[in-house]
């Protein structure tokens, strides 16, 4: 009789014991430099040396306190107001390009765009390319030296209001000092006169079922509103050109940037 066992044996494979094999963590995708410059840009390569110019886009409708729908291709001032600050407080950078395609907007956030620029102790030069509409047009002249492409044009017309309206001399007086602080802005920044701004603000027949104006690059040269007709080439020569006699006047007042 075979002795009884207290524990019950357990029959075991002959094959060696193998861990279950441990399932690799989940990597993170890396994506290559060319394939990220594709998407962003199009382009297999993109400009890669630094550069001591600031380029900063306006297009679109300049957003002010109110959000405009989603569907509407817009320029927030709050994103272009720290842009314009870093730009004044990095030393490597010695001058900014604006390029300018806007329809107008919002009247307080594109005055308080170009006060901004007007202030900057660094050379500014803008372009206007396709359209300087509306508060465009003081945004445009902001700048140290402007520029406008030969097809692009600048409506000048007087400020709108939408939505709800009191119908009462307050209304008319706010909105009459709020298109005087334009006119002062532009007269100031330009070589246009006060008359002749107005003149074109308030012309009847020239904008269909409105009064306004659409200047045409030859007008705002003629009419002292932009500096010059020109595209990118030319504003990147003027802008290297004022870059060079501000460090000269720097060297020779013995600071140094």
């Known amino acids: ?5 207290n524990d019950k044996q357990i029959p075991r494979s002959n094959q060696p014991e193998t861990e279950a094999p441990e399932m690799p963590a989940q990597e993170e995708k890396q994506v290559s430099p060319v394939t990220e410059s594709i998407q962003q840009f199009g382009q297999t390569q993109s400009p890669a040396a630094e550069s001591n110019i600031f380029c900063m886009t306006i297009i679109g409708q300049v957003e002010g306190h109110l959000i405009l729908p989603p569907q509407n291709k817009t320029t927030k001032y709050e994103h272009i107001i720290p842009q314009l600050v870093a730009a004044e407080q990095n030393p490597k950078i010695e001058g900014i390009l604006i390029i300018l395609n806007t329809v107008g907007g919002d009247v307080e956030a594109g005055l308080a765009i170009a006060e901004m620029i007007a202030s900057l102790s660094k050379p500014t030069v803008t372009v ?3 359209g300087g509409h509306s508060i465009g047009v003081p945004i445009a002249v902001a700048s140290t030296y402007s520029l406008i492409a030969g097809s692009a044009t600048m409506t000048i017309h007087p400020i709108r209001m939408n939505g709800l309206v009191i119908g009462v001399p307050q ?3 706010y909105m009459e000092k709020m298109q005087e602080r334009v006119v002062r802005f532009v007269t100031s920044h330009s070589n246009i006169s006060e008359e002749m701004f107005k003149e074109l603000m308030f012309k009847t027949g020239e904008l269909n079922r409105d009064i306004g104006t659409a200047v045409g690059s030859a007008d705002a040269v003629k009419y002292g509103l932009m500096d ?3 595209g990118i080439g030319q504003a990147i020569a003027q802008l290297n050109q004022l870059m060079g ?5 720097l060297q020779a007042g013995g600071y140094t940037q």
């Open 171 to 173: 209304t008319f007086e």
């Open 228 to 230: 010059a007709v020109g």
């Open 245 to 249: 006699d501000r460090k000269q006047t």
């Open 1 to 5: 009789m075979n002795e009884q066992m």
């Open 128 to 130: 206007v390319i396709g």
